[in-house]
């Protein structure tokens, strides 16, 4: 009979004991068939200990905490995919709501539906007065829209084009101050979304104009 005093090697427990084919596959990860390996080896091992040179109760249980704290990580291991399955399924229902509205991405140029241009913008404070310039392919004013007074944070805007063509149209320009004193701003591009989809867990955004964004890419919505 062979004697065993040595600590347990628990680097096989990924592998099953005493089977031969089919289930080992299967098995390898789940907590409950490592503790049953551990278990099978641990009798087997105080069936075959050494007499003269018995493994003391100290390392069983250091051998006992060992195989817990695996089968802990594993069942944590399981429990964390599961979460993370669960939030990428909520993350595409929540983007579907999504499609059909506009994206506010950098960029100045107006987005129009028929003689209607719409535009967004952000101000890093409030402003008394806020001027959007309607700028044309050569350079010229073609109109100045008067917004009033806004409050610092993101705005959208609409301007009725009229007479004006909308394909001579390359930009617009934010003017804003509070008082004498300039307001920051930054002119924001209105983009249809397309569509959404997911890629390794994360939120992609499909536009209309055929650009790709990730979510975090996405300076607002309207």
């Given at each position: 009979?062979t ?7 628990l ?14 596959g ?20 105080i ?5 003269l ?7 069983m249980t250091?051998?006992?905490a060992?195989i ?14 599961g ?20 994206a506010?991405?950098?960029?100045d ?5 028929g003689s ?5 913008f ?15 392919k050569?350079?010229e ?19 009725p084009a009229?007479s ?15 008082g004498?004193t ?32 990730a ?8």
């Open positions: 009979m004697m065993l005093s040595s600590p347990l090697d680097s096989n427990l990924g592998t099953t004991v005493g089977s031969t084919t089919g289930t080992a299967n098995t390898t990860n789940d907590p409950q068939a490592m503790q049953d390996r551990f278990l099978k080896l641990l009798v087997a091992q069936n075959n200990q050494d007499p040179n018995p493994m003391d109760n100290a390392q250091t051998q006992m060992q817990n704290t695996v089968s802990g990580i594993q069942q944590l291991n399981e429990t964390l995919k979460m993370a399955d669960q939030m990428a399924s909520s993350q595409a229902m929540q983007g579907t709501t999504l499609i059909g509205k506009d506010l991405v950098e960029g140029a107006l987005a129009f539906d209607t241009g719409k535009g967004a952000t101000l890093d404070g409030d402003a008394s007065s806020v001027m959007v310039d309607i700028i044309g050569n350079g004013t073609l109109d100045t829209l008067n917004l009033g007074a806004r409050e610092a944070g993101q705005h959208g805007f609409e301007w009229g004006i063509d909308p394909n001579q149209v390359a930009k617009f320009s934010v003017r804003a101050t509070n004498s300039s307001v920051t701003d930054a002119e924001l591009q209105r983009v249809r979304i397309a569509s959404v989809g997911l890629s390794n867990g994360a939120m992609n955004i499909q536009l209309q104009n055929g650009r790709t964004l979510y975090d890419q996405v300076r607002g919505f309207m």
